[in-house]
């Protein structure tokens, strides 16, 4: 709300200001305590004026904003109440017997009713107060809150209007605590793992779990056809509390959240995991129809921690709603940095922005590199002994060594920008191997045997070998793998506990294919990464698979390595059995068995 004075023959007004005709929200507390109305609209002290916000009880979805005004003009009080939007049809309980008093309930109206109603309002007062020394109008509407109404029709703006140079302009919005990320945090604490880390877990959990309580979890949240929704807070404690739910959330589902120190993943997790994912990828479709629908665009880009989520991300591409699908590679918390760098050189300097039709991330490789003259004198301080290769000995031998079974350590060029390691610092491995899935899981990565591997697969190939013909050169999406590279699994296999069916082999490059037939996709491109490209090539002429099971150069809980100490301390403390750094090539059977580190349990679990 903007308040404008306008000094007119003694009178004061404070002017609503209305954009596309919905009336902007007044931000006030969520108590029942009396808010004070700012002593600057009444410098005079003329009139006095104040806020009262009324939450007589909790509503199953809404906790509304209930205004009343109250204006004592000349020692003469009026209150006016504007019951919020999307409140229950029953009046609040005002004490009816001060003078004055002008009740109204706009549940179910529309906009312009709205608007309609703060015009009455503002006549209203006016009336009242005629030959008053000070008129001062305060109208509220809560358009925000609005619960019995899509989001789609309280925001509106021009669909003609969608910026296409170097500006941005917030056309929608869901506000906190109603936040689709968090609710897929609260059951990321509800099964064990912790928030803002083990949420990739869950999606890789979903896959062994039955979607058995979509209906249960569609208690917690209103979703609407057009996508948007509300969360019920009387379920969740992360707006007020030190957890994520509460006991009525516990209750709704029949157990406590699990304690991951000694307690181990059920099928009821499994179970809890496939329905978060499934309500997940219902609200990001119909979200992306509803904007597709209205604003006619073709393509669409995603940021933030749920665009992470490759699977749902991998619906939406299959739903063929967009064009065109582009996810920011760091689109968790980490990629403000880069949209606070872009905003300040459009937005505030007004350079123009230059699309490349390439790819403007540079492959994601915007980390930091180290020379071979620094890689050699860093490697001889730390006691390693390595050998030197040209450029197509080094791809020959390392591909060599991937296809007989050797965990690699690959470290080259520039570090990636997001939590997926793209080729540049990368664990390296067979996919066809039908053991390698376990074996990193728990002899390097030392983390939790369910938990998928992605591939990285030549882009022109990627088609033949998955269900993608689209670039997904940043790991976000998720496709399955081919109809005529898959196993199918016997019948007595799919009656194995969830995680037992990771013993069965599901096609010809079992390492990356998750339980589900699927895998988590990254494209490969000469033209971003020529090493790693070229070195996916020689393996796929020495194997006719043009395919490499592609992981995070780190072990579970630890950053992926950075710098050169950093990836010989992971090659020394895990099973990996050759390190790659440049044109640099360490063996671990030719290590000093005194550089041997403990790091199973050096990081926390993540």
């Not at 004070?36 to 003329?46: I, M, R, V, Y």
């Not at 299959?318 to 920011?328: D, R």
Request: hydrophobic share 40%; net charge neutral; proline share 4%.
């Amino acid at each position: 709300v903007v308040v404008v004075d306008i000094v007119v023959v003694d009178v004061v007004i404070v002017d609503v200001v209305v954009v596309d005709v919905v009336v902007v929200v007044v931000p006030v507390a969520t108590t029942a305590h009396p808010i004070p109305w700012p002593e600057l609209l009444n410098p005079a002290g003329t009139v006095k004026a104040s806020v009262y916000e009324f939450s007589p009880s909790r509503y199953t979805f809404v906790e509304p904003w209930d205004v009343v005004i109250e204006l004592i003009v000349n020692g003469v009080p009026l209150y006016v109440t504007l019951a919020t939007i999307g409140c229950p049809t029953t009046p609040l309980s005002i004490d009816n017997t001060k003078p004055g008093v002008v009740q109204s309930n706009t549940s179910g109206a529309s906009v312009l009713v709205d608007v309609v109603l703060v015009v009455l309002v503002v006549v209203l007062v006016l009336v009242v107060v005629v030959g008053a020394s000070v008129v001062v109008v305060v109208c509220i509407v809560d358009v925000i809150t609005a619960f019995d109404r899509p989001l789609s029709k309280l925001k509106q703006k021009n669909k003609d209007k969608i910026k296409t140079n170097n500006n941005l302009d917030i056309k929608k919005e869901i506000l906190f605590p109603h936040s689709l990320g968090l609710l897929y945090s609260a059951f990321t604490y509800y099964t064990g793992f912790k928030v803002n880390s083990g949420e990739y877990k869950l999606m890789g959990l979903a896959p062994y779990g039955k979607p058995i309580f979509e209906e249960k979890i569609k208690k917690l949240i209103d979703i609407k056809e057009d996508g948007t929704f509300r969360l019920d807070q009387t379920y969740f404690n992360y707006a007020t509390g030190l957890t994520m739910t509460n006991k009525k959330f516990d209750d709704l589902f029949g157990q406590k959240p699990r304690n991951s120190q000694n307690e181990k993943i059920t099928q009821f997790h499994m179970d809890i995991a496939a329905s978060i994912q499934n309500v997940t990828e219902e609200i990001m479709i119909k979200l992306a129809r509803s904007i597709r629908k209205e604003y006619g665009i073709k393509n669409l880009c995603l940021a933030g921690g749920v665009a992470l989520n490759c699977v749902a991300n991998g619906k939406i591409l299959k739903e063929k709603i967009f064009e065109n699908i582009w996810i920011q590679p760091a689109a968790g918390d980490a990629g403000g940095s880069l949209g606070a760098a872009l905003a300040l050189w459009h937005i505030d300097q007004d350079n123009k922005r230059i699309v490349n039709k390439t790819d403007s991330m540079q492959g994601s490789y915007l980390g930091n590199e180290f020379s071979q003259v620094d890689i050699e004198k860093q490697l001889k301080d730390i006691g390693a002994k390595f050998e030197t290769f040209n450029l197509d000995e080094l791809i020959d031998k390392t591909a060599e060594y991937l296809s007989k079974e050797k965990a690699i350590g690959w470290f080259q060029g520039r570090m990636e920008f997001g939590p997926r390691a793209l080729g540049g610092r990368s664990i390296l491995a067979d996919p066809r191997s039908d053991k390698m899935q376990k074996e990193l899981n728990l002899k390097i990565k030392f983390r939790e045997s369910f938990r998928p591997f992605a591939p990285s697969v030549l882009r022109e190939d990627v088609n033949e070998w998955f269900e993608l013909d689209n670039d997904s050169p940043y790991m976000l999406l998720v496709s399955e793998v081919q109809k005529d590279k898959q196993i199918k699994m016997r019948a007595e296999d799919e009656k194995l506990f969830g995680i037992d069916k990771l013993n069965i082999k599901r096609s010809s490059i079992p390492a990356i294919t998750h339980v589900d037939y699927s895998a988590r996709i990254q494209t490969v491109h000469k033209e971003t990464n020529p090493r790693y490209y070229d070195l996916i090539k020689e393996f796929k002429k020495n194997t006719n698979c043009p395919v490499l099971v592609n992981t995070s150069f780190n072990v579970r809980g630890e950053p992926i390595v950075s710098s050169i100490e950093d990836a010989f301390n992971c090659f020394m403390g895990t099973n990996l059995d050759i390190l790659v750094i440049e044109d640099f090539v360490l063996y671990k059977d030719q290590q000093d068995k005194s550089l041997i580190k403990d790091y199973k349990n050096k990081f926390e679990l993540d």
